[in-house]
């Protein structure tokens, strides 16, 4: 689930995915929703995994692996 706090500003000042670029953040969201409206992939096929399954996931694992530190890098300490 995406929320608010995983986005940035990049520096041309478009909303981004943290870690993503503008055409990344918006092929992201469409894959998103071509996978949602497309269902589950096939159960007894070896390599269940469509194209767009497999970039949706490269790119979801590239935003995350960014995110994690930036969200650390700005909490706070009380």
Do not use: C, Q
């Amino acid at each position: 689930m995406i929320k608010d706090d995983d986005y940035e500003l990049d520096s041309a000042g478009n909303r981004v995915l943290i870690g993503l670029t503008s055409d990344e953040t918006a092929e992201f969201f469409r894959l998103d929703e071509i996978i949602s409206k497309s269902g589950p992939p096939p159960v007894n096929d070896n390599d269940w995994y469509r194209p767009e399954d497999r970039r949706w996931l490269e790119l979801y694992e590239k935003h995350e692996s960014a995110r994690r530190p930036f969200l650390k890098s700005s909490k706070t300490v009380h």
